[in-house]
């Protein structure tokens, strides 16, 4: 079974930093292709960052480029995102997807997400 | 890149059909034969529905069909039940670029 697990939200002041971490298992994680996608409270869906297999290929979201930094370990089965310099905008349930096939499909599992406020 | 266009509710009574429309432009929508559908239920994480404008994945009902026509792609839910009552995203790439763009959401209703 699939399984995607975000943990390291919280609170956390603006302009602050915060660690993500996405622990997968069920499936042969250095073979695919990754993604984090936000929602802020009450709203939809934003795609923030996508890493390829074998981290070749990064992309961002223009609202996070500069700030935040995604990786994966693939020898841990782990998908990271650092995100620095915290804007109350920021602020939203981060969920972890895996791409279904190459980059530009979809999002076929997806963790239970982690809760990132930032307020002070 | 502005996020995809859907209206922001549509409602139907059990068994009924409706149809979620998602509009984009000539740079996402109508370039590509990826757009995606998910459905969330309140606290819930997405669940992917419609893949590749028209396939279903595994486990997911065929009541559900996707289609697109220029810019425009739709996510038609046949035989409405009341599990089907959730928040629908449509999803597209976007070539390198901006790479993904997001639909703006539509709650549906069973009545």
């Known amino acids: 079974e699939v399984q995607l697990v975000e943990s390291g939200g919280g609170l956390v002041q603006p302009g602050g930093s915060l660690r993500l971490s996405c622990a997968a298992s069920g499936f042969t994680f250095s073979t695919y292709s990754m993604n984090w996608v936000r929602q802020a409270p009450g709203k939809g869906l934003e795609w923030v960052s996508y890493i390829s297999s074998s981290s070749n290929t990064i992309y961002y979201a223009d609202s996070v480029k500069g700030r935040f930094t995604i990786s994966r370990d693939n020898a841990k089965n782990s998908l990271y995102l650092q995100m620095n310099s915290l804007r109350a905008e920021d602020t939203a349930v981060y969920y972890c997807?895996?791409?279904?096939?190459?980059?530009?499909?979809?999002?076929?599992?997806w963790g239970q997400g982690s809760l990132v406020t930032v307020s002070s | 890149q502005s996020a995809l266009t859907q209206s922001a509710s549509v409602s139907g009574s059990p068994g009924q059909s409706i149809t979620i429309s998602c509009t984009g432009t000539s740079s996402d929508v109508g370039s590509y034969n990826l757009v995606s559908w998910y459905q969330q239920h309140p606290g819930k994480a997405p669940k992917l529905m419609i893949y590749?404008?028209?396939k279903r994945p595994s486990g997911v009902s065929n009541r559900f069909s996707g289609s697109k026509s220029g810019n425009t792609a739709s996510l038609t839910i046949s035989g409405l039940q009341a599990e089907d009552e959730a928040d629908y995203y449509c999803?597209?790439?976007?070539?390198?670029?901006?790479?993904?763009?997001f639909g703006t959401g539509t709650k549906v209703t069973v009545l």
């Open positions: 999803c597209s790439y976007a070539g390198t670029g901006t790479f993904y763009v």
């Open positions: 590749e404008g028209t």
């Open positions: 997807a895996r791409a279904r096939a190459a980059a530009g499909s979809s999002f076929d599992y």
